[in-house]
């Protein structure tokens, strides 16, 4: 075949290329899934409150409960609040804007979180009676995904950087190394050492060196 080392090389490039960027994206995709979880601890932490509020709920201390609910808002600097499925407010100052026109009580704080939105999302975690539920707009210290864009960084930019290199060392050792041997045995047969021979691996690598011409 004619230009055997040209295919040889075009098929290398276009079959690493190809791998490559499947590979980068599955582990983007999947570096991504992963940081968009919210963390076990602070799932639980979540699930928490929700069980104290539904404790002082259902002994009828309305009074107290707007207090846990203004106390916890200071400290998270985030809002609170209990409501029905039917988003009457049972507790609390007010509801959230995010549901001016919408049916939806919040998120299951076991779901992903969208992590390319600048808002947090509400949270929500349903009472025994599954007629009332706790909701929260999740803490920005529960954020996931702190560290999805050095990750990005470095699976599309370093990541690639490293392997390219890797392959250009790889190609220029393979076409490098038979010229600087053709090279020096040049060299010394012109020094005067007749007897300098160019090793016999040298010869199919210099075929296919020819055949690039």
């Not at 210290?141 to 999805?148: D, H, N, Q, V, Y």
Request: glycine share 6%; with cysteine.
């Amino acid at each position: 075949m004619k230009r055997r080392l040209f295919w040889k090389l075009f098929a290398i490039l276009v079959a690493g290329t190809v791998a490559l960027y499947g590979a980068i994206d599955w582990l983007a995709n999947h570096t991504e899934q992963r940081m968009s979880l919210i963390a076990e601890k602070h799932q639980l932490e979540m699930k928490s409150w929700a069980a104290e509020a539904e404790a002082i709920y259902k002994a009828g201390e309305m009074q107290l409960l707007d207090q846990w609910i203004e106390d916890l808002e200071k400290r998270e600097d985030t809002w609170v609040a209990i409501a029905g499925s039917d988003l009457t407010l049972l507790a609390g100052n007010y509801m959230d804007d995010y549901y001016t026109g919408s049916l939806r009580l919040g998120r299951n704080v076991e779901y992903m979180i969208h992590l390319y939105y600048a808002y947090n999302p509400i949270m929500e975690l349903p009472f025994v009676d599954g007629h009332t539920h706790f909701l929260v707009r999740l803490p920005q210290r529960m954020r996931p995904g702190g560290f999805l864009k050095p990750a990005q960084l470095l699976l599309q930019i370093a990541l690639p950087f490293v392997v390219l290199a890797l392959v250009c060392l790889m190609l220029y050792r393979h076409l490098v190394t038979p010229i600087q041997k053709l090279e020096k045995a040049t060299r010394q047969f012109n020094e005067g050492n007749y007897d300098a021979r160019v090793s016999q691996s040298l010869g199919a690598r210099n075929d296919e060196l020819a055949s690039l011409a």
